[in-house]
């Protein structure tokens, strides 16, 4: 614990760790899935629910608000992004909410980030909303969630290879190196994803949904010119275009469609009947290939910061 829990009010409790034991983890865990049923999306981001275990994370905190015995919420900061502002993902127990916890959370991550400070609303709720005007937040980005059918009535588009590349599909403990290389010049752009580490690639290859066999890399040359991760939600029959990337130096021939295609196919072949994908929405140029492939806006993540 980095600093003394601190009482806001009669019950309530804020800590401040570095690291969560593993029953902290469960509860936090246990803690996001309820609020996940009542809302219909999840507060807390795959990045930062990996988070929750193995050990301390330079630039993690984690913030655990209790009510008497109970954890009623949970904050989670990182700053490790060396231009922006630290981000912030946090969540109040749907039995608990209305009691001022959530602006206590905010306080909290305010006052730690120095108030300056990124704040993620996942599914755009309009409690969210009225918390980061509460919070002196202003809207900064909005990421999209498209989703598309997998289905014989809208059919799936071709895969079409630019010439010399071929596909095949990504091997654990080999490719590591190379993956994250690609991966780093393909989102150089885009600090979350192109920062991925080491131990980021071993956190997703651990989890029970990892298949490599819908992780599919592109070589030209045996060079890593591209590459299409697949993931599955079983629990909904949901395929996501997990992530998608292509090297600068391949972009434009028509890569990046073709590695689409080659996903969706995949998916597809799993028998699941929809397939979906994140994209910012100031990112016209891949609404366009994506909507041009059949997708449709399904809900959006909306991001907050202090203007200062």
């Known amino acids: 614990m980095t600093e003394a829990a601190a009482a806001l009010e009669p019950g309530r409790q804020i800590q401040t760790l ?3 034991t593993e029953e902290q ?7 996001i899935e309820d609020a996940a049923r009542t809302d219909g999306t999840t507060a807390v981001s795959e990045q930062g629910r990996l988070q929750l275990r193995g050990g301390p994370r330079a630039g993690i905190r984690h913030f655990l608000l209790t009510e008497g015995d109970r954890l009623a919420g949970y904050g989670q900061l990182e700053d490790t992004d060396p231009v922006e502002a630290p981000a912030a993902e946090l969540v109040v127990h749907p039995a608990l909410r209305g009691r001022g ?8 991550l305010l006052a730690t980030s120095g108030k300056r400070l990124r704040v993620w609303a996942h599914g755009g709720k309009s ?5 980061a005007q509460v919070l002196g937040l202003t809207l900064f980005r909005e990421l999209r969630q498209l989703r598309r059918p997998l289905t014989d009535t809208d059919p799936l588009p071709e895969a079409a290879l630019p010439p010399g590349v071929i596909v095949r599909t990504f091997v654990p403990g080999t490719d590591d190196e190379a993956w994250l290389a690609t991966n780093a010049a393909a989102f150089a752009h885009h600090p979350e994803q192109g920062s991925l580490t080491q131990r980021d690639l071993n956190d997703r290859i651990a989890q029970p949904w990892f298949d490599a066999k819908g992780f599919f890399l592109a070589e030209r040359d045996g060079e890593l010119v591209g590459f299409h991760w697949t993931k599955v939600h079983a629990a909904e029959r949901l395929g996501e275009v ?16 073709a590695l689409t295609a080659i996903g969706l196919r995949h998916l597809a072949a799993q028998g699941l009947p929809t397939a ?3 994209v ?10 994506y909507e041009g492939l059949g997708f449709t806006t399904h809900e959006v ?6 203007e200062s």
């Open 242 to 257: 997990y992530v998608l990337g292509v090297r600068p130096g391949a972009q434009g021939g028509g890569l990046g469609k």
């Open 276 to 278: 979906m994908l994140y």
């Open 25 to 31: 983890a469960d509860a936090v865990l246990d803690l």
């Open 18 to 20: 570095d690291e969560l």
């Open 101 to 108: 916890h959530g602006r206590a959370l905010g306080t909290a």
């Open 280 to 289: 910012d929405a100031d990112n016209p140029a891949a609404l366009a290939v």
């Open 127 to 131: 409690a969210a909303r009225h918390l």
């Open 301 to 306: 993540d909306l991001m907050y910061r202090t």
